[in-house]
């Protein structure tokens, strides 16, 4: 499978990044997936690090949103059987949420 790159628009392989945003109530279908290429991966990664936080919390985050998390101290939690979760520095969650995978 070939994709684009959702920002440049540039042809992306099988093991490029990518994310897949939350839907709302009214999808019948899951949103596509969003997928990065290499630069635009790293180039998103350097701006929200300098921004000092993450862009909105994807379903599923990518790589990149993952290592901006890392490098910014923040882990991923939610709540305690949610299928999803969102980038928190370790002392803002909530006591009925936990650490997620």
């Known amino acids: 499978m070939r994709a684009n790159c959702c920002i440049c628009g540039h042809f992306v392989e099988n093991d490029a990044d990518y994310s897949v945003p939350f839907?709302?109530?009214?999808?019948?279908?899951?949103?596509?997936?969003?997928f990065y290429c290499a630069s635009c991966a790293e180039g998103q990664e350097e701006f929200w690090v300098k921004r000092g936080g993450l862009a909105p919390c994807d379903w599923i985050p990518s790589k990149w949103q993952r290592r901006v998390a890392e490098r910014l101290g923040r882990v991923y939690a939610g709540p305690k059987g949610a299928a999803w979760g969102m980038f928190m520095a370790p002392d803002e969650i909530p006591e009925d949420w936990g650490i997620m995978g």
């Open 23 to 34: 839907g709302s109530v009214r999808d019948t279908e899951p949103p596509d997936e969003m």
